[in-house]
């Protein structure tokens, strides 16, 4: 009860062929926190975030969410993989946000929202509804439930995007660089939709390039190079007062 973190990585590697992308990393993330990973393009935050959620297969170590070993039972000490639909099933606690919005083009914003707890939870659509129509006050889009994809920004996508993850009700939302494929004037409404979502205390794990959200909203930065946490802990001390020299640089060349 409140003891165990929302989100527990332990020693977790990854390697596509003999490229070993991530060697190892730990990460902790309280329930209600919000953790930003920075790092130098490469580095392997994407692929960390995506073997959160089990679309990567880890190749070493553990991720518990919320109790729940994602990807394998453990009987006797021994590893056994979960069937597709068991992750599937496990997936369905956590939120993504992607780079690209991936909306369905042929479906309305509110079509969009409802997919997944209608057909997936098999919820009644009257009521998935009502409440998709809530999210999208919340993401400052009430008048666009009619509306196509391609006849909204880039920005207003992502937004729906996050309504849409919302609507499934998760217990943790992974945003993968939500605002780097958005043109710089559109960038904002989206931080602050993040912004409020982090307020609401909504767990989340957040790869972003925006240096003043992970300053300003998350509790925790995580600075990842090369496949490893070279430093992490508290905006004010990872960004203000770097300890290594590779945070140091990125942060200066970010800056
Ligand atoms: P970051 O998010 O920090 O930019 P990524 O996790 O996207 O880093 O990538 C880390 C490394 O993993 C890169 O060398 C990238 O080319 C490689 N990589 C990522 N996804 C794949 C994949 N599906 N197949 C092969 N290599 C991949």
Redesign the pocket.
Known sequence: MGMQPLVRAVNVTKA??H?E?LKGIDLSVESGQVVTLL??????????LRCINQLETIDGGRIWVDGDLMGYREDGGKLYRLTDRQIAAQRRNIGMVFQRFNLFPHKTVLENICEAPVVVQGRKRRAVEQEALTLLERVGLQDKPRAYPNQLSGGQQQRVAIARALAMSPKLMLFDEPTSALDPELVGDVLAVMRDLALSGMTMVV?THEMAFARDVSDHVVF?DGGVVVEEGPPKEVLVNPQHNRTRNFLQRVR
Do not use: I, Y
């Not at 790092?39 to 960390?48: C, D, N, Y």
């Open positions: 596509f062929g490229n992308v790092g130098p393009s490469g580095s392997g935050k994407t692929t960390f790869v990842m």
